[in-house]
């Protein structure tokens, strides 16, 4: 015999058991902070800045630049002092933050000189077959958007092939700059790309034009007994060569400066006035179309690149000059995308991070001006492969209700671990073939765990391996030993002044045999060397990290170098254009942008 329950039993049975989830709920809450927002797909929206460093905001301690929104973040989220780029330089660090792995796993680490794109006319980028956040996130089926900055590539065997385009990584929308600032961009600024190479090639060209009028005219006075057919090859010559050189490093501007809208370019060459308008206007509109979600923006800044254009609004506006003034325009941009957020209701359900590709770049100067920013404490800057102030980032984190607001971690965590991040938060899974080199923080970010699941990080100056930090966690130490640092020119002044930035190798670097090491959970400027005879555990310390390296380049495997010189080199038949090559331009914004 069945036993039935009477109605009113199961409806005290369901009710019990409704206050009882309800009540647990209430206690999640109080108790960790925790929102039922967790169990959905949360909007994600990435601030990257572009080289901007750590000591260049205000809730890092910085009092004479006001970043009253990125400070707001701060405030209301999780800050990391330990946040590190995979690569102190824009190409490979980006290529990192995208795919969550050491730029070396891609081809994207050089082993020349060249250790970012220099052209979009080049055929190197990132690959194809690596996989970015965007494309598990449109998986997973999240509408992606990439505003500002690329600079991962565009084509490889024609001008329209796109295969290291945006739209072919994943993105459903991406509106921006394919490559990066430079001074070239501005018409009033120094040359800025290859600046000595240039100055050589205009050399030999002069001594070429010499040689060929001084034949000429020993022809015609009767000093030099040479035939007219042999001058005009020499001519010839001449001004192919030059031709050669010139058709690129002559149109820098039309070549990179460019405008796109999806494959479509807009401006060639764009327009610096209304550059930061038109990407905040872009901005805007995507989160309004995409309101109900779920949706992935990353918002990649040309914020603070050289050559700093900042709109009249904000000119003489701070206390630290025209980078300054850059800073806190960048700072409003990032208020006005949180303040669209609150009126449409989507603070509660987004996921917001902000940071910087990599650090201030210390050499970056107009006569006695600064251009570049300031890493703090932390020594060196962009371009230097293993001192904290080219790769130690701002990290802010906010998500009301699911992260703790207020919240500073001293764990040592890497750009690369917002690939497993937001890939986790959207419900995805990780590639299970390949390598990962990032890890989730949402364990860390909620207080969930106390550690970094980072034991080993491991800093390249291009495609060579400069220093390693290794977190021992018991311990709480955070150990750097320095295997190759830059010789800073002149000698003591923290940067390679007069070189733009510093190498990787050759004459411009020194090998360490023992190498240098720091303690940075007490040094963290990297000031005092430790050596056997000051630090007990020093030779301990070296051969672990020794035994770290062994088994991170077993890891490791041959792929094609996307930075290599033939990659790298302009070729007309790659150029984007606007109209028919090589008159390329076209304006296609018009009056159409909103006013700062």
């Not at 039935?4 to 206050?19: E, K």
């Not at 970010?445 to 291009?462: A, D």
């Not at 010789?487 to 050759?506: D, E, S, T, V, W």
């Amino acid at each position: 015999m069945i036993a039935v329950l009477p109605c009113t039993a199961i409806a005290a049975i369901l009710f019990r058991t409704y206050f009882l989830m309800a009540l647990t709920s209430c206690l999640l809450w109080n108790i960790f902070g925790f929102s039922t927002a967790v169990d959905s797909k949360p909007n994600i929206l990435l601030f990257l800045a572009d080289d901007l460093g750590i000591g260049d905001v205000g809730c890092y301690g910085n009092n004479t630049i006001r970043t009253p929104n990125i400070d707001r973040l701060a405030r209301e989220g999780v800050k990391l002092t330990q946040h590190i780029a995979a690569a102190p330089l824009c190409t490979p660090s980006r290529a990192a933050f995208l795919t969550g792995r050491y730029p070396i796993r891609s081809g994207m680490a050089s082993s020349n000189r060249y250790r970012a794109l220099q052209w979009n006319a080049g055929s190197g980028g990132l690959p194809a077959n690596e996989t970015t956040f965007a494309r598990l996130l449109q998986q997973q089926g999240y509408t992606t958007g990439l505003i500002g900055k690329w600079h991962q590539g565009v084509n490889c065997e024609s001008f329209s092939d796109h295969c290291h385009h945006p739209l072919n990584h994943g993105f459903d929308y991406f509106y921006g700059m394919l490559f990066t600032l430079l001074n070239n961009c501005q018409e009033n600024k120094p040359p800025e790309l290859d600046v000595a190479l240039q100055a050589k090639l205009w050399l030999y060209s002069q001594i070429i034009a010499f040689a060929v009028l001084t034949l000429a005219a020993g022809r015609l006075t009767g000093l030099v007994s040479i035939r007219w057919k042999i001058i005009a090859c020499f001519t010839l010559a001449g001004c192919l060569f030059f031709i050669s050189w010139y058709s690129s490093y002559g149109f820098v501007q039309r070549w990179n400066c460019i405008l796109m809208r999806n494959h479509d370019i807009t401006e060639q060459p764009m327009r610096l006035e209304r550059t930061a308008s038109l990407m905040l206007k872009e901005a805007i509109s995507f989160i309004k179309r995409n309101r109900n979600g779920p949706f992935l923006l990353f918002v990649s800044f040309l914020h603070v690149h050289t050559p700093l254009f900042t709109t009249v609004k904000f000119l003489g506006k701070s206390h630290h000059g025209l980078y300054g003034d850059n800073v806190e325009e960048m700072d409003w941009m990032v208020g006005k995308i949180l303040d669209l957020l609150d009126k449409e209701g989507l603070k509660n359900h987004t996921f917001t991070y902000f940071a910087s590709d990599h650090g201030g770049h210390l050499e970056a100067q107009d006569g006695s001006a600064q251009m570049g920013g300031w890493n703090g404490i932390y020594k060196g800057g962009k371009g230097m492969g293993g001192w904290e102030g080219g790769i130690r980032v701002p990290g802010v984190f906010r998500w009301p209700g699911v992260l703790p607001a207020g919240t500073v971690i001293n764990e040592p965590t890497s750009l690369m671990d917002i690939f497993p991040t937001v890939v986790h938060l959207a419900g995805g899974i990780l590639p299970q073939d390949r390598v990962i080199d990032g890890r989730n923080l949402m364990p860390l970010l909620q207080g969930r765990t106390q550690k970094s699941e980072h034991k080993f990080l491991f800093h390249y100056c291009g495609s060579y391996l400069h220093a390693v930090r290794w977190h021992q966690k018991d311990s709480g130490a955070v150990w750097k030993a320095h295997y190759v640092t830059p010789n800073f020119h002149p000698l003591g002044a923290g940067a390679c002044y007069g070189k733009g930035i510093c190498p990787c190798f050759g004459e411009g670097v020194t090998h360490h045999d023992p190498p240098l090491l720091y303690d940075l959970s007490r040094d963290p400027s990297e000031s005092q060397p430790l050596s056997a005879d000051t630090e007990p555990l020093f030779d301990t310390v070296i051969e672990q990290i020794g035994r770290a390296i062994e088994e991170h380049r077993r890891t490791l495997t041959a792929v094609p170098q996307q930075l290599s010189l033939y990659n790298i080199i302009w070729k007309p038949w790659l150029q984007p254009c606007c109209g028919t090559f090589p008159f390329c331009w076209c304006d296609k914004e018009g009056d159409s942008t909103q006013s700062l």
